[in-house]
């Protein structure tokens, strides 16, 4: 069978929509449309319909996938469409600037025409933008954008009244300066087991990151209570922090320099999204082929 690669037309969608009610396998779909079953799969799981307002009505509707699919082309064209707003966004990628930087900037800047981080991603990775190589000015560096998924590994116990649903709304919403997020950046295995710690500061994102030479929880928590100990309560009422074996001495934390810890749920690393962000700017400099061995405490207060 030759794959065909343009998109689906709405006859087809609503073919699909037919034999989905009538429970033809999606093998025998792509066999009489001369599709890649992955396109089928693909055109399913993207533009099934979903209203909370309407539960009985979810599921795959032809006229509604077409509609879905050709508002998101429209979005996802805007940099095509708009030249000037793809130069200014292009100009920003090439000074080092994220996507979550631009995307936020146009926001500030109260810009009419503007574009939310995804869209700038996905026209980073699409055809137009591979032209111009401008993944590599991303702090990663990646060729390829990598699939969206949660982190997944062994997670050690902690305790309920610990969990970040029972972090205060003031610390939830940034209304109270003092409330930090931390997190370990890990680097190629072949380098050895040294890493960094990242904390910043939830409201002025403030950022410090500290050496470890090992994952080890004791020195790696002795080091966020050497750095953050001397700085009056009001800058260090609490810190976020992931289920990472390295973050268990957290009663350390509370009880000799009283500052409270709060961990988020497992696999859910965008409960702590200041650190995550902060992190992919950081490997700018601090990138995993980096032997952090050869880097002196200076270089960290430098970078």
Known sequence: MGAVYDQLSITERRKIERWRHAKVPVDEMARVLK??????????????????????????YGAAAHLMH??????ERKLIKHPELRKRVIERIKNGWTPEQISNRMIHERAPLRVCQETIY???????????????YLPTHRVARRPRRTRRRREPKFHRDVSILFRPDDAAHRRQFGHWEADLMLFKQKLGQSNVTSLVERVSRFTVILKNPNKRTKPVMGKIMSAIRDLPFVARRSITFDRGT?????????????????????????????VENTNRRLRRWL????????????????I
């Open 35 to 60: 599709r890649c079953r992955s396109t089928i799969f693909r055109e399913l799981k993207r533009n099934r319909f979903s209203d909370e307002n309407m539960p009985g009505c979810d599921g795959y």
């Open 246 to 274: 390295e973050f268990v001495s957290w009663p350390h934390l509370q009880a000799e320099i009283g500052t409270q810890t709060w961990f988020c749920d497992p696999s859910s690393p965008w409960q702590k999204g200041t």
């Open 287 to 302: 990138p995993r082929k980096r032997d952090i061995r050869q880097c002196t405490d200076h270089d960290m207060k430098v």
């Open 122 to 136: 996905r026209y980073i990775y699409s055809k137009e933008g591979q032209r111009e190589d401008l993944w590599w």
């Open 70 to 75: 050709a508002e998101r082309r429209a979005r």
